[in-house]
């Protein structure tokens, strides 16, 4: 199934959290701490700025972001989970 994103929306496959700590403590299900980094998958054409001119997404497909804990909204496609956020609910690139 193919996602086109409307405006500022970007589609991020979320990556999966630690398993482990760096002293090598397992880390069960119940106490890891909810995605917050993801590969961006589909961006939309980006927003409308106030004299009608559309502005284009600083990030671009394949980027790998950070977003903010509890920004966006889950999605499930072809049993894949994925988040759609603003482009404002990303904070940072990671290169």
Known sequence: MKVDPLDD??????????EKTKGGIVIPD???EKPVKGKVIAI???????????????????DTVV?????????????????????SDILAKIG
């Open 44 to 62: 939309g054409p980006g927003r409308v700025a106030d004299d009608g001119k559309r502005i284009a997404p600083s990030v671009k497909k394949g």
């Open 30 to 32: 119940s106490a890891k």
């Open 67 to 87: 977003y903010a804990k509890y920004g966006g909204m889950e999605i499930e496609i072809d049993g894949k989970e994925y988040m759609i956020l603003r482009e």
């Open 9 to 18: 929306r970007i589609v991020v496959e979320p990556m999966e959290a630690e």
